[in-house]
């Protein structure tokens, strides 16, 4: 069935059943967040499932009388012990590393033509609109949630001097905002695209549920009016864009999923460990023979045993005491900790870029630096069968936005253009090596001019200036050594 016939239904509620079917019917977008925020409930195994413990409360002057008949302290209560809930970041730190692989590098927009087209293109997409800084929201989103869009959408904005124009601005869907759904035709591709978000309606002031629609060819906006969606006044509107607005991701699980076990492994011994430390922690003091202890506020505190003789020999004798210290070996809970954590960021291709697995690894060259993070490149690789679309799509639906809404006279220069969007490394490079590399692929002549780089120097203020007061020193050592009676 087409989008056409869809929306020709005589039961509209029909059609927003089809319009709104998630492609993943098992997708848990609100769970995944709150792992993401730090709340450990989703697996049986997660931290937050811990049990508190409880422990028996006794009468230090009352007793009773035990099943076998002796006399014991009176039990009066219990008392709660709360565990130990430790929680990491991991989960954000995976996120936040995978997405700057993807789109942390430096933004390049390119093009097969320079023309004016192309340098207001240039302009929307990285000025405006923000470009870089959207697509790591978003991949942020698609990572944590397994689904997100932007919506790009025509604004009229008036200027300084009274002229009205319309830029083009994006909204990026998460949680937040509500909820959406593709349509995809019998080939794959997307014919429809629908948001459902809450809003006040202008007719009676009141909160309802909206429904928005956009096909290539129109935009259709719903109100829920006591159970029935309402066509809004005005609607269908002409998609001027001449195509879908939005641009669309997802994924089949959050993207932590693949070591979701072993971060409860790690997090539950964590917190076990903390138990344990709080427990025996502070020690406690064992005490042999009779002796006269001090009270907790004495100050200069010391203990006195009653020195004894022994009736039998003659040899005196007293009490003693020590404190009662854990002296349990913790090498083994250390290696398990250890490996635990080297599995989850390995499991998930994700460096472990903590201080203390930093601050060893020496002055590498940048090739070797890249070797130690291929895996993450490798990952982020496979990630741009998911995200290289995405910008290829962005690309295109802003150009249709320039060319049939916002600036229209630039339709053909767009063509020639051909706007290319690519990331560079998110890795720092290595100035000097690459300079060595130029230089013996030169055959060991200068690579750049002395104009090149006066002007990379961050102590040049006037390029011009500095370039003559050189020029000027040149000739000056020149002058000095120049030899009488020769023209050189």
């Not at 096909?215 to 906006?221: G, L, M, N, V």
């Not at 001090?294 to 004798?317: A, L």
């Amino acid at each position: 069935m087409t989008i056409q016939e869809i929306l020709a239904l005589s039961d509209f509620k029909k059609a927003v059943d089809v319009l709104t079917k998630d492609t993943r019917g098992d997708r848990e977008r609100e769970e995944y967040r709150k792992e993401y925020k730090g709340e450990r409930t989703r697996r049986a195994a997660s931290v937050d499932k811990r049990e508190n413990k409880s422990v028996d409360i006794y009468s230090e002057t009352e007793t009773e009388f035990d099943n076998d008949g002796n006399e014991v302290p009176k039990k009066t209560g219990t008392k709660p012990i709360f565990v130990a809930k430790a929680k990491t970041n991991i989960p954000k730190r995976i996120v936040r590393i995978a997405t700057a692989f993807l789109f942390g590098g430096e933004m390049n927009v390119s093009f097969a033509e320079d023309n004016d087209g192309s340098q207001h293109f240039k302009e929307v997409f990285e000025d405006n609109l923000k470009m870089k800084s959207v697509f790591n929201r978003f991949a942020r989103i698609v990572k944590t949630e397994t689904k997100s869009a932007i919506v790009f959408y025509p604004r009229p904005t008036t200027n300084e001097d009274g002229t009205t124009v319309t830029d083009v601005k994006t909204l990026i869907l998460s949680l937040k905002n509500g909820d959406f759904w593709p349509h995809f035709d019998d080939y794959g591709d997307m014919d429809a695209f629908t948001r459902k978000y809450k809003a006040i309606y202008d007719e009676d002031g009141k909160e309802h549920d909206f429904l928005w629609i956009q096909t290539a060819d129109a935009e259709y906006r719903y109100v829920d009016i006591s159970g029935e969606w309402v066509l809004l006044e005005g609607y269908p509107l002409k998609n001027l864009a001449g195509k879908i607005t939005v641009v669309y991701a997802e994924q089949d699980d959050p993207e932590w999923e693949d070591v979701a076990n072993l971060l409860d492994y790690y997090e539950n011994r964590i917190s076990r460990m903390i138990d344990t430390n709080d427990y025996f922690g502070d020690p406690i003091l064992k005490n042999y023979g009779e002796s006269s202890l001090p009270s907790k506020n004495t100050v200069g505190k010391q203990i006195t045993y009653p020195i004894k003789v022994d009736p039998s020999s003659g040899k005196e004798y007293h009490g003693d005491a020590d404190y009662l210290v854990w002296q349990q070996s913790i090498d083994s809970i250390k290696l398990e900790l250890e490996t635990l954590r080297n599995e989850i960021f390995t499991g998930s291709s994700t460096p472990d870029l903590g201080f203390e697995n930093m601050k060893g690894i020496g002055a590498l060259s940048g090739t070797a630096i890249e070797l130690m993070f291929i895996e993450a490149f490798i990952k982020a690789a496979e990630g741009m069968e998911i995200f290289g679309p995405v910008v290829q799509r962005s690309v295109s639906v802003v150009r249709a936005m320039i060319s049939n809404i916002t600036n229209t006279k630039l339709k053909e220069p767009l063509k020639k253009a051909r706007p290319k969007v690519t990331f560079g490394t998110v890795l720092p490079d290595d100035l000097k090596e690459m300079v060595d590399v130029l230089y013996l692929a030169n055959g060991g002549k200068a690579i750049n001019s002395q104009r090149t780089i006066v002007a990379r120097s961050p102590l040049t203020k006037n390029v011009d200036e500095e370039i003559a007061q050189l020029e000027a020193e040149a000739k000056a050592d020149s002058d000095r050594y120049k030899v009488e009676g020769m023209t050189l």
